[in-house]
């Protein structure tokens, strides 16, 4: 379940009170997203007002997008707790490619318009998360007036340019290239220290890691036995640990 709250705002920890709203944790929450922290207070918490609160367990999907008239494409998400992923899905062969990992802080639907006729765009919970959501216009007055139209286009720029290089690895790289390549940036993004060394903060499967790369699991399995043989990287549990950054760094070459 769900735990860091300030203790003082549930009364059995780990649990979300009602009314669903983010009124009941005040602006403890929402201070933590980047894209507002400078936002006004009072306007914060009229913000705050509007938006709908969701608790998803691990592996729930929290959207499906398949169409141009899907109503996520309305509304903005923010994740407050936990993991997400988002992945294009193809409806033919139903291959998934994991397009970006969503942290805690983040708000995401905004590169949802990607998805086209042929593909679905998914959202899914990696671990116990919590999720509010607003609708995209009350989601736009508030930037507008917050002044952090700027830093949203940078956020989207930075988004699109992650995808777009998704895409590049996987015309022009190979699988082993992209491996090392996506634990680098992992180690990077998610970064948490262990007594094993550096590791990647998010639960990933091997499958998980072959959707990042385009890459059959058998294949990513192979290279990953491979760098844990090398010494380059540890395989725990819940986690994957770098012991040797320059070596992988010289894979990803």
């Known amino acids: 379940m769900l735990s860091e709250l300030p ?8 649990t979300i009170p009602t009314p669903r709203t983010l009124k009941d944790f005040g602006l403890w929450h929402l201070r933590r997203v980047d894209l507002l ?3 006004d207070g ?8 509007l938006l709908q609160l969701r608790e998803f367990k691990r592996g729930e999907t929290i959207y499906v997008i398949s169409s141009s008239r899907d109503e996520h494409l309305q509304r903005m998400y923010f994740l407050l707790k936990g993991r997400v992923k988002i992945s294009s899905v193809d409806d033919a062969s139903g291959k998934e490619l994991l397009l970006l990992l969503i942290k805690h802080g ?5 590169l949802n318009s990607v998805g086209n006729e042929t593909t679905e765009l998914q959202a899914k919970a990696m671990q116990a998360s919590l999720v509010a959501y607003v609708s995209r216009d009350d989601f736009d007055k508030l930037i507008v ?13 930075e988004r699109s340019v992650e995808v777009v290089a998704r895409f590049e690895d996987l015309a022009f790289r190979s699988v082993l290239a992209r491996l090392a390549r996506v634990l680098l940036r992992l180690a990077n993004e998610f970064p ?3 007594t094993c060394g550096m590791s990647i903060d998010v639960p990933l499967t091997q499958q998980d890691v072959a959707n990042l790369i385009g890459a059959r699991r058998e ?8 760098f844990k043989r090398e010494g380059i990287v540890a395989f725990h ?11 992988l760094g010289k894979f990803a070459e």
């Open 7 to 14: 203790r003082n705002m549930n009364k059995k920890p780990g």
């Open 237 to 247: 549990k819940e986690f994957i640990c770098i012991h040797d950054h320059d070596a």
């Open 106 to 110: 983040e708000p995401f639907g905004l």
């Open 145 to 157: 007036q917050a002044g952090a139209c700027s830093r949203l286009v940078k956020l989207i720029g």
């Open 37 to 39: 922290k400078s936002v």
């Open 192 to 194: 948490q220290q262990r």
């Open 42 to 49: 009072e306007a914060l918490n009229r913000f705050t007002r």
């Open 219 to 226: 294949v990513v399995s192979t290279h990953l036995s491979r």
